[in-house]
């Protein structure tokens, strides 16, 4: 059974801080994905890898970095924290070649004071 | 740029067959998903269409016309346990790679 899991659920951080959400997959996928879901606006593409230490921009990068150090990890950087980074958090993978179905993690729900 | 749309909510009733259309302009067509989101949870994996034509998967079918840049989900003999919401995305090749636009979302409410 294929699995995508995120480090957190729910999350509370403060203004300014520095927020890492972590993704791991165990399908053995090179492609993966973190997005953003708000009321309204739908699931935003922030940035994905296709491949380790490989990294793209998404539609909405700004204020967010990502790291692939290994292939079943996926990290997601705030490097200072905002509120309107308040959002739930969902991370995805899918195999490599062509539209290939992504596999969602639970999202983390991130609210920043 | 991109566009998707999708109605934002529908209603149904139980053993009711209810289909949730979805419209794009996009470029790099490759492909289009349907995916299922119940309320705090993940998406779901429900449909893939790349050709034109109807797709079937027991309760659940898809719909593609690339011409027409519109695709459905066709869902029969409604459950409650169908209240959803329903995401339509488009898969996108750009040099090389293969990424998902997704639209809003359309909120389905099964009553009984």
């Known amino acids: 059974d294929v699995k995508v899991t995120q480090s957190s659920r729910y999350l509370v951080k403060r203004t300014g801080e520095k927020v890492f959400l972590e993704c791991v997959q165990d399908m053995d996928h090179e492609n993966m994905f973190w997005y953003r879901q708000d009321p309204g606006l739908g699931l935003r593409l922030i940035y994905f890898?296709?491949?380790?230490?490989?990294?793209e921009k998404g539609d909405i990068p700004e204020g967010y970095s990502v790291s692939r150090e290994k292939k079943e990890r996926f990290s997601l950087i705030l490097e200072s924290a905002s509120t309107n980074q308040t959002s739930m958090y969902l991370c995805?993978?899918?195999?490599?070649?062509?539209?290939?179905?992504?596999?969602f993690g639970p999202g983390t729900r991130l609210t920043v004071l | 740029g991109q566009n998707i749309d999708q109605p934002t909510e529908m209603t149904a009733t139980e053993g009711a067959i209810v289909q949730i259309n979805c419209t794009y302009q996009?470029?790099?067509?490759?492909?289009l998903f349907w995916y299922q989101q119940h309320a705090g949870e993940a998406p779901t994996f429900l449909s893939y269409?790349?050709?034109?034509g109807l797709e079937e998967k027991g309760r659940f079918s898809s719909f593609l016309s690339r011409s027409k840049g519109y695709s459905y989900l066709l869902l029969k003999e409604l459950q409650m346990k169908d209240s959803a919401s329903y995401l339509c995305a488009v898969s996108l090749m750009n040099s090389g790679y293969s990424t998902l636009t997704f639209g809003k979302g359309t909120m389905l409410l099964v009553s009984p």
């Open positions: 995805a993978s899918s195999p490599p070649a062509g539209a290939n179905t992504q596999y």
């Open positions: 890898s296709y491949d380790v230490k490989m990294k």
């Open positions: 269409n790349v050709l034109d």
């Open positions: 996009t470029s790099g067509f490759n492909g």
